[in-house]
């Protein structure tokens, strides 16, 4: 395990000649990535192409067949080899995963919890902070986000851009390095998707440590250090967003902006 000194000047997460098969199918094929301190990150890339697939395996929600891992500059341990590759270390793999908060399309919050609870829930029992502390930050997150006055209500009473700006206090409270993002605005209709789109400018503006996967290219533009843009799980090309959206090099890249913007 790196110590502080060394943890503060490594990547928050680095991966190297990342492989990712499910059975036959190689999903993944050679994907290196590497999130700085403070730093956005946005794939972007046709359905299929490996997005959140490489979320996936950054949070170790999925195993990979081959390729690196490491978190603040510790490598993932790895036992066995292929198909039957799998993490050595559970306690490590818990220690990481502590650290990176995961927001999904599907906001995932628990239907028989009120929003604050949703919000307390890993903190107190993950974490294992006080209570009062706890439930003081989770109100503090929710109004953050700009729905500190829905802390009593059930998920379900909520609207669906309501409950992804839930889903992103719940990713807050843990107090993360990263934050990892799984097309948080693709269930959404525009009006709502505006809603969110907000909070992340606001946690880009922060200096937050993000990875993005969206179909949102104005998102992408606006947010971004660097895209990455993949096709067939390969990194087709890679850069700036001025670069990457003002002057595309590669041809699949111009028919996917193309076809985005249509």
């Known amino acids: ?14 991966i190297r000649d990342l492989h990712k098969a499910y059975g036959a ?48 500059g510790e490598a ?11 993490p050595a270390d559970a306690a490590q793999i818990t220690r990481i ?16 919890m009120t929003i604050l609870q949703n919000v307390m829930e890993a903190p107190v029992h993950v974490l294992k902070r006080d209570a009062a502390q706890a439930e003081a930050a989770a109100r503090d997150y929710l109004a953050k ?7 009593d209500v059930w998920p379900a009473q909520l609207s669906g851009g309501q409950q992804q700006r839930a889903a992103i206090a719940r990713a807050l409270a843990m107090e993360p ?39 949102d290219m104005k ?17 087709e090309e890679e850069g700036a967003p001025d670069a990457l959206f003002g002057a595309p090099k590669s041809e699949r890249l111009r028919g996917f902006l193309s076809a985005t913007a249509a």
């Open 145 to 151: 986000v700009g729905i500190g006055d829905k802390c």
């Open 97 to 112: 995963r502590t650290n990176l908060s995961m927001v999904f399309q599907s906001f995932n919050l628990w239907s028989h």
């Open 1 to 14: 395990m790196p110590d502080a000194a060394t943890a503060e000047k490594s990547p928050v997460i680095e």
């Open 219 to 235: 998102l992408a533009a606006d947010v971004s250090d660097h895209v990455i843009f993949l096709h067939k799980g390969r990194i």
């Open 76 to 86: 993932v341990k790895w036992k066995g080899n292929g198909h039957a590759r799998r």
């Open 25 to 72: 199918l190689e999903v993944l094929k050679g994907v290196d990535l590497v999130a700085q301190r403070g730093s956005v990150i946005s794939l972007i890339g046709s359905s299929g192409s490996g997005k959140s697939t490489i979320l996936r395996c950054a949070n170790l929600l999925e195993d990979s067949q081959q390729g690196d891992i490491l978190f603040e």
């Open 177 to 215: 390095k990263a934050l990892l993002f799984d097309e948080p605005t693709s269930a959404l209709d525009p009006e709502l998707e505006q809603e969110v789109v907000r909070v992340i400018k606001s946690l880009a503006d922060e200096g937050r440590t993000m990875i993005i996967v969206t179909h």
